[in-house]
C-alpha cells in the first residue's frame, strides 16, 4: 500500500470513530455539546497560537482557557451570547496588553496581541455560536443546519471540482480549488438543506433552506480560503495534529466557524428563535 493510499485508509478510520462520539454528543446537548465545544474551542486557539507565535506563552494559555469556557458561558445563558463573548474579549484585550506591556519584548508587542486576540476569537466565537444554537428551541436542528451546509458544500465541492473542475478560483490561496467546485459546492449545500427539510425537519421553511443554503454556501469556502491563507502565510501544511490523517481541529471546522456565527445571526435576528 502506498503512502497515499495509507493516508486515506487513516483520514477514514479516524473519521469513523471520532464521527459517532461528535454526533452522540451533540444530539445529548446541554453540557455535553458544552464541553465538546469547549475542549473544540481551546484546542482551535491552541493550533492558531502555535501557528503564528511557534509557542505558548503564558497569556496565549489564558486566551485558551477563556475560549474553552466560552461555550459554557453559553451554555448558561444562550440570549446573551453576544454580550457575554464580548466582555470576555474585553478583558482579555486589557490582559494580553498589560502582559506584554510588563513582560514584553517591547518591540513585538502590538503584533503579539493582535494575534492573541485574534486567535482567540477564530478559535472559540464559531464553535460558541454552536453551543448557544443548541441551547435554542429546535436547538439540534439549527445545529444540524450549520453543519449540513458545511459539510454538503465541501462534499459536493470535492467531486464537481475533481470532475469538472477547469478553472482556478485562487491559485495564489488554495491551488487545487476551482470555480467549478466552488459552483457545485453552493448546489451542494443548498441541496443538503432541502434533504434535511425533507427527511428529518419539517420545520425549517423553504426560506431557510434557500438563505442558509446560498449564504452557506458563499461563506463556508470563504473561511476555507482564510484558513489556507493562514497555513500559506506561516509556511505550515496542517494546523496541528489532532486528528490523525486530518491534521488539526482548525483543518476540519475552518468553513463551520464562518458558518455558525451565520446560522446564529440568521435565526436570532431573522427568524426570532428564544432560546
Not at 511557534?54 to 494559555?61: D, F, H, I, T
Not at 518591540?107 to 496581541?113: G, H, M
Amino acid at each position: 500500500m502506498n503512502e497515499k493510499n495509507k493516508n486515506l485508509v487513516l483520514r477514514a478510520v479516524s473519521a469513523l470513530s471520532l464521527l459517532p462520539v461528535v454526533v452522540f454528543l451533540l444530539y445529548m446537548g446541554g453540557l455535553y455539546s458544552a464541553l465538546l465545544l469547549g475542549v473544540a474551542s481551546a484546542i482551535c486557539v491552541s493550533e492558531y497560537y502555535l501557528i503564528t507565535q511557534k509557542e505558548l506563552s503564558p497569556a496565549a494559555w489564558v486566551g485558551i482557557v477563556l475560549a474553552g469556557a466560552l461555550p459554557l458561558l453559553a451554555l448558561r445563558h444562550p440570549e446573551r451570547t453576544g454580550e457575554g463573548a464580548f466582555w470576555v474579549t474585553a478583558f482579555f484585550l486589557i490582559f494580553a496588553f498589560t502582559f506584554h506591556l510588563i513582560r514584553g519584548p517591547l518591540q513585538e508587542a502590538p503584533t503579539r496581541v493582535a494575534h492573541l486576540v485574534t486567535g482567540f476569537l477564530y478559535g472559540s466565537v464559531g464553535l460558541t455560536a454552536m453551543c448557544a444554537l443548541r441551547q435554542m428551541s429546535e436547538g439540534l436542528m439549527w445545529v444540524i443546519a450549520a453543519l449540513v451546509i458545511t459539510w454538503a458544500n465541501d462534499t459536493a465541492a470535492y467531486f464537481a471540482g475533481r470532475f469538472l473542475g477547469r478553472h482556478k478560483l485562487y491559485p495564489a490561496v488554495s491551488p487545487n480549488k476551482t470555480w467549478e467546485g466552488f459552483a457545485g459546492g453552493l448546489v451542494g449545500s443548498v441541496v443538503g438543506m432541502f434533504i434535511t427539510r425533507a427527511g428529518f425537519f419539517p420545520l425549517l421553511t423553504v426560506t431557510d433552506c434557500l438563505f442558509l443554503g446560498v449564504c452557506g454556501g458563499i461563506l463556508g469556502p470563504v473561511g476555507d480560503l482564510c484558513e489556507s491563507m493562514l497555513k500559506r502565510a506561516y509556511g505550515v501544511k496542517d494546523s496541528g495534529r489532532a486528528l490523525p490523517g486530518h491534521g488539526g481541529i482548525l483543518d476540519r471546522i475552518d468553513a463551520l466557524v464562518f458558518n455558525a456565527p451565520l446560522v446564529f445571526v440568521y435565526v436570532t435576528f431573522l427568524r426570532g428563535v428564544l432560546p
